[in-house]
């Protein structure tokens, strides 16, 4: 049986992940994905690392939308009041 995995230590020292490990990580990530726990069905590893990459871009351009609106905001309000101060430090977050 060929596995791409070694079991040894890396060069760096460190340990690399096991199988059980992998296998638990697959599942946390199953649930939190929208598409994939929607489905409720079993999802191949690949299908996950890609659905998970899509819904990490996803959430990034979610957060850049989000920071134009809130830039756009505080153009619109008076810059001393509190909601500027709210606006501010959600921006800088």
Do not use: W
Not at 20 to 39: A, G, T
């Amino acid at each position: 049986m060929s596995n791409r995995r070694s079991r040894q230590p890396s060069s760096s020292g460190s340990s690399r992940i096991s199988d059980d490990q992998i296998v638990d990580l697959l599942s946390k990530l199953r649930r939190i994905l929208p598409k994939i726990h929607d489905s409720g069905r079993s999802s191949k590893v690949s299908k996950v690392l890609q659905e998970t990459c899509n819904y990490i871009r996803s959430l990034h351009r979610e957060v850049d939308d989000l920071s134009e609106r809130l830039f756009q905001l505080l153009g619109t309000i008076d810059a001393d009041s509190p909601e500027a101060t709210i606006i501010r430090s959600l921006i800088l977050q």
